[in-house]
Each structure stands twice: as C-alpha cells, then as structure tokens.
Nanobody, 127 residues
Framework: QAQLVESGGGLVQPGDSLTLSCTDPGRAFIRWSMGWYRRAPGKDREFVGAISAIRDVSVYGNSVKGRFTISRTEEKTTVTLLMTNLQPDDTGVYYC????????????????????WGLGTQVTISS
C-alpha cells in the first residue's frame, strides 16, 4: 500500500531542535525523490526541502537553509528532517511528500504538482 507516514512533531521552544521522520512502509517510493512541505497558519504550503533518490542530493527552501538537514536511509524507505534553531515562524503542519521528478525545481513549482502526500505532523514553536 502506497503511503507516507510522518512522526516526530511536537511543541518546542525557540532555539530548540526537532527531528521529523517519514516512512514508506510499502516501499512504493524508494525510486522517487522525497521531501517536506509545511503549511503555516493562514498561509499556503511552502517547500521546505527534498532529497533525490539517486546520489541523495538535497535542496532546501530559502527560509530553512543552514538550519534544516534532510537525510535518507540506504534502503530509501525513511527520510529524516533535522530542524535546528527553530523559530516561531517555523510553526506549522509538516507534510512528507514523494514525487518521481528530481527535487531541484520543486521550490519554484506549484505544490499541487507533487504526487504523494502524508497526512502531516504538527510542529509548534512557542515559549
């Protein structure tokens, strides 16, 4: 069964770190690029970052560069998003995604073009 399952969301304070994980239990997307989008309250979905299926090349949205890191297991079934120095503007629902295209154009493309989405996990940064 093709599904993406996120975990690891929660409530943290500004400056804290948090790690999100996304698993592909059915191995449906192991040859696809995988990544993350987020939706802040009252805003549209925003590209966070993604990693390619071949060579594990990662790309990031401008607002998270230098703070977030994406990695993928050798089996390609799990993608991890390490988020550091979190700020209130990082608050939102984080969605794991998968798509057969390479990820370096995702930031400039409509989020609606992304094929597969998880249900999302809430991340809240508040003091």
């Amino acid at each position: 069964q093709a599904q993406l399952v996120e975990s690891g969301g929660g409530l943290v304070q500004p400056g804290d770190s948090l790690t999100l994980s996304c698993t592909d239990p059915g191995r449906a997307f192991i040859r696809w690029s995988m990544g993350w989008y987020r939706r802040a309250p009252g805003k549209d979905r925003e590209f966070v970052g993604a990693i390619s299926a071949i060579r594990d090349v990662s790309v990031y949205g401008n607002s998270v560069k230098g703070r977030f890191t994406i990695s993928r297991t050798e089996e390609k079934t799990t993608v991890t998003l390490l988020m550091t120095n979190l700020q209130p503007d990082d608050t939102g629902v984080y969605y794991c995604v998968a798509d057969p295209t390479v990820p370096w154009n995702w930031a400039q493309s409509p989020w609606q073009n992304i094929y597969a989405w998880g249900l999302g996990t809430q991340v809240t940064i508040s003091s």
